[in-house]
């Protein structure tokens, strides 16, 4: 059983023990945090403590995690689709309501179980470990469009170089409640899970942090509204991957997705278009192969339900910039 040990800093005196413990990644939840500390588990300075023990500096944690036994994969005839395909990689799109790989709660009917039945279990990459064969980047589940798959280990391993160097150019579209009045902007705001909210990532300068960096530019603007204070149709690009990383950084500068039910506010529901996801798709994906070096772009249309939100507030757009004309045509 692995042993896991932290010296608490400056930044994180004060904390509960179990909010501290809760904040490692190898630690599902803060209820998982408070289990490990009441079966002995957990210690602070070697020797059993409560939950409720407040930190102080220099304080070491130590802490066993057992792990998690490897899934039983299984294949599972779910439509893929696929808009490119050699021996190396795949490209797909995917769609709404499709979690990428079997975690707690979602154990099958995910884009895993999908690429098994479409490649079979051998033929996938295990970079990311054996439950998740194939992956290369995550998409959240309501999260839409163009995503990476590896079919062997050498080039998911340069997929992700590429992803980790900025060489592959990922792009996604998103309506966003207000009005955003730089044509540009950049968000560089290191992200966390939260501790009172788990599936929130929030910012936070505190020593779980990891730096995380969005950059965005506006393609059309809409008035205002009787239920709504206008919105934004904006292009997003990450330089890093994140947990919810453009869901989060647009919610910390005022202008959450449409739609979202994480972030942001949901307490006008006729500002939401009648979305009941995040209106957040991944558009446009553009990289050099791996293994032949030819250069490959694609773009993926918006899907119905998006492009009914856009159609909802078209009398209200103030016109597109030249961005937009660019990208929208």
């Known amino acids: ?8 800093r400056a930044e994180e005196q004060g904390q509960r023990l179990d909010a501290l413990l809760a904040t490692r990644e190898d630690v599902e939840s803060r209820s998982a945090a408070v289990r490990l500390i009441e079966r002995g588990a957990a210690t602070l300075n070697g020797e059993p403590t409560t939950k409720k023990r407040i930190v102080v500096e220099g304080d070491v944690l130590a802490y066993s995690v057992t792990p998690q ?28 309501g499709l979690v990428c790989h079997p975690a707690v709660g979602h154990e099958s009917g995910t884009l895993v179980n999908a690429l098994i039945a479409h490649c079979g279990y051998s033929n996938l990459a295990q970079l990311q470990g054996e439950d998740r064969p194939g992956i290369v980047h995550r998409l959240d589940k309501d999260t839409t469009g163009l995503m990476l798959v590896a079919k062997t280990d050498e080039a998911g391993f340069a997929l992700q170089d590429g992803i980790r160097s900025k060489a592959i150019d990922r792009r996604y579209l998103a309506l966003v409640h207000g009005y955003i009045a730089p044509a540009t902007g950049l968000i560089d705001a290191p992200l966390t899970r939260g501790q009172t909210e788990r599936p929130r990532m929030v910012v936070s300068d505190g020593s779980g ?7 965005f530019t506006v393609l059309e603007r809409f008035e205002a509204g009787r239920f709504d204070d206008g919105y934004t149709l904006i292009e997003c690009k990450l330089f890093t991957g994140r947990t919810h990383q453009i869901r989060a950084h ?3 500068i005022g202008h959450a997705c449409v739609g979202d039910p994480l972030y942001g506010t949901q307490n006008r529901p006729k ?13 446009k994906l553009e990289f050099t192969h791996p293994l032949t070096g030819e250069h490959l772009s694609f773009r ?3 899907p119905v339900d998006l492009t009914e939100a ?3 507030i078209e009398g209200d ?13």
């Open 317 to 329: 757009s103030m016109g597109r910039t030249q961005a937009g004309e660019d990208i929208l045509g």
């Open 250 to 252: 647009l919610d910390y």
């Open 310 to 312: 856009l159609t909802r």
């Open 1 to 8: 059983m692995p042993l896991y040990e932290h010296v608490v």
């Open 271 to 283: 500002a939401q278009l009648g979305l009941e996801r995040q209106f957040l798709h991944s558009y």
């Open 209 to 215: 942090s990891r730096s995380s960096v969005t950059t």
């Open 300 to 302: 993926d249309p918006l």
């Open 69 to 96: 036994a490897p899934r039983e994969l299984i294949a599972e005839a779910i439509p893929l689709d696929i808009r490119y395909e050699d021996d190396a990689l795949i490209v797909l799109s995917k769609q709404a």
